[in-house]
């Protein structure tokens, strides 16, 4: 008993001793009041006070940034003050503020409690900064007696000659540097290394923008200034290279006209059954451009169809570059661009593709992602869900890295706050154009670090944080059950959320419909061809770890008259008639075929096996085809369309000797009709 008590009080005092050594740091998170801030008619947002929220910009590396809050005039002899919120009120031990250029200006700082009283914490004489760019600290002896919800930050503007500025403030209920919550660690796994993908793809020109197809058999990527490239200036152009048997890469070959043109041409993504590709530019049949994004289709000769623009309400952008990626369900777009509603350079937005086929007017993702310096290169994984893209603005390694993000809900404006991807592939120069392939195995990039010249292509193993969520590919064909010839066909593909939804159209001439799915999400595949009986199967994945691919044939059924059909999936529990939800989904097929059909009418069969008494049997069988025909009738089918028939178990179409044999007679079968 002795024993036990011990060991009980062991764990309540680690218990107790960890809860003390937690630490709550939070950033601001909103605006109370401020002096000035700086404004120009040129710019959107850049150095408004807004910049002051959330976590550093210009961290380790402090430098002037349009990512901070600066003051109107860089000298005013009132005086300059700030004021920032915090989601939540809590004590305080510790205060930094990360002055990330002009550092010194500060002359004090305030706490502001639940009923705005402003208590000292700490005044700074002239002369306290040791650098251009620092944290600047307040630690307190003890944790504040009062709850804090805001931060005021008094400023002598006339103490650092030119603009000061400030790039974050967070608070802290314990004395552990707040900077260690933010500060990049070097790479702790040190098998993953970056690989030049050689002289057969890069050269001393600037090749940037890799794009692999879904198989990971071809890259595409974008050249500049080579002299092969076409037209006098030797614009941007589209290059592609294949993957050998001996799993090197060919070497590169120039796409073909008119993807290619005098302008500047890039592939921004390709669908992933592989069939379409997004282009940046609006191509004119004159061979000029504009700003935009076309999509091009693969033909059944094998070539891609003239690109057709993509049309996107009140798109504008101030930028002379743009970049785009093409969510995997084909329905939303990410991209790049730069307008008066920008937080500062480029931002990226986000657009919908509605029922007549324009795209909605882009929304920035927010100030999680974007920051005051331009956001560029984003791309969102085959998953749908993480995206990376590179920017300046987050705490990084250089003075451009790469970062990635996932969608924390279907609005596609809510994102986790950015991981840098590490220093594997983040240098102290420019990195971008970060994409990784269907299997989730490699991700490639642009790096200038250790190039052939300019921008190289690289790619490295994708490390297991980096990684995006694991896909199941599905690859499969559609048949007529009848004559085994293919047909034309369309799969529609359906999650559990309302927005998890996508479509791949089967064309004989174009080989086998392919589409990815995340494995931890469920999902139905209904496969539909006019004339005939729809087929709908569920997956679940969610306990597979790889890349999976899946192959399936789909035999449909054609739709005739006064011929028998078999519901396979519909189910019903032991002796139940109730209707399980696994067979909503073919009786909302033939409910389909009915609205499409108003003169069909239609009978319901309903069989048993041979166990238990006959008559029950008999009942049980009518109860379920009449379930049935309710749900109809709830959706909206008049009853006298509709027939019922129970057989019991007198009429088996398997043996009833074993259960593997008898389960196949418990069904229900229908046949159309004409209804006179």
Not at 121 to 137: D, H, I, S
Not at 231 to 239: E, F, L, R
Not at 459 to 471: A, S
């Amino acid at each position: 008993m002795k024993l036990l008590q011990n060991v009980l009080l062991v764990v309540v005092l680690a218990f107790f001793s960890s809860n003390l050594c937690a630490q709550n740091i939070q950033w601001a998170s909103k605006i109370i009041s401020f002096s000035s801030e700086y404004t120009d008619p040129l710019l959107s947002k850049e150095y408004k006070a807004i910049h002051i929220l959330g976590r550093p910009s210009k961290y380790p590396k402090f430098q002037n940034s349009p990512s901070a809050w600066q003051s109107l005039t860089p000298d005013n002899p009132a005086g300059e003050y700030i004021i920032v919120g915090f989601d939540t009120t809590q004590f305080v031990k510790q205060v930094a503020i990360f002055e990330n250029f002009g550092a010194g200006s500060i002359s004090r700082i305030d706490a502001l409690d639940d009923n705005n009283k402003l208590y000292v914490l700490k005044e700074f004489p002239a002369g306290y900064a040791k650098a251009n760019g620092q944290v600047t600290y307040v630690q307190l002896p003890n944790q504040t007696n009062y709850h804090v919800r805001g931060i005021k930050i008094s400023m002598n503007s006339e103490r650092i000659k030119g603009f000061s500025q400030i790039d974050a403030v967070a608070i802290s209920d314990a004395d552990k540097s707040i900077e260690e919550s933010i500060r990049l660690l070097p790479e702790s796994n040190v098998n993953y290394f970056k690989e030049n993908l050689g002289i057969n793809i890069n050269s001393a020109y600037n090749e940037i923008c890799p794009v692999v197809s879904p198989d990971g058999k071809k890259i595409f990527f974008t050249r500049w200034k080579h002299p092969e490239n076409l037209g006098k200036d030797k614009n941007q152009d589209i290059w592609f290279s294949t993957l050998k048997e001996d799993k090197t890469w060919s070497k590169a070959q120039l796409f073909p006209s008119p993807i290619n043109n005098e302008e500047n041409n890039a592939i921004c993504g390709i669908s992933l059954n592989g069939k379409t590709i997004l282009l940046n530019n609006v191509y004119g049949k004159d061979g000029s451009m504009e700003k935009g994004v076309s999509m091009s289709f693969l033909l059944r000769t094998g070539d891609y169809s003239f690109p057709k623009a993509l049309k996107i309400i009140n798109f504008k952008n101030r930028s002379e570059f743009s970049e785009y990626t093409l969510a995997p369900n084909g329905k939303v777009l990410l991209m790049t661009t730069e307008t008066k509603d920008s937080f500062g350079g480029k931002d990226i937005y986000v657009s919908f593709l509605k029922t007549d086929e324009t795209w909605t007017e882009p929304k920035n993702i927010g100030s999680v992602v974007n920051t005051g310096e331009s956001e560029s290169t984003p791309f969102i994984a085959p998953d749908g869900v993480t995206m990376y893209f590179s920017s300046s603005g987050h705490v990084g390694y250089g003075n451009n890295d790469i970062f990635l993000t996932r969608r924390l809900d279907d609005s596609f404006l809510n994102w986790s706050i950015p991981e840098n991807v590490g220093p594997i592939v983040n240098t102290a120069q420019w990195d971008g154009y970060f994409s990784v392939s269907a299997q989730g195995d490699y991700a490639y990039f642009s790096s200038v670090e250790n190039s052939l010249g300019a921008e190289d292509i690289f790619r490295i193993k994708i490390p297991p944080k980096v990684k995006p969520l694991t896909l199941i590919q599905m690859n499969g064909t559609v048949i007529n059950e009848d004559s085994k010839e293919p047909i034309l066909a369309k799969v529609l593909i359906r999650g559990q959320a309302l927005a998890d939804s996508m479509s791949v159209d089967f064309d004989p001439y174009n080989g086998d419909f392919s589409f990815m799915w995340p494995a931890k999400k469920p999902f139905l595949v209904e496969v539909k061809s006019k004339g005939f009986i729809s087929k709908v199967e569920r997956f679940d994945f969610s306990k597979e770890s790889s890349f999976k691919t899946v192959t399936r044939q789909y035999a449909l059924s054609a739709l005739q008259l006064n011929k028998q059909f078999n519901l396979p999936t519909i189910t019903f529990a032991q002796s139940k008639s109730e209707l399980s939800p696994e067979s909503f989904d073919e009786i909302d097929n033939i409910i389909s075929i009915l609205r499409e059909n108003p003169g069909f009418g239609i009978l319901l069969e309903g069989h048993t096996d041979n166990q238990g008494d006959w008559n029950e049997n008999l009942k049980l069988s009518l109860s379920r085809v009449e379930s049935v025909r309710d749900y109809l009738v709830l959706k909206g089918i008049r009853k006298d369309r509709i027939k019922v028939k129970g057989w019991g178990g007198t009429k088996p179409i398997m043996s009833n000797m074993v259960e593997e044999r008898r389960k196949f007679n418990r069904r229900v079968e229908f046949t159309l009709y004409a209804n006179e």
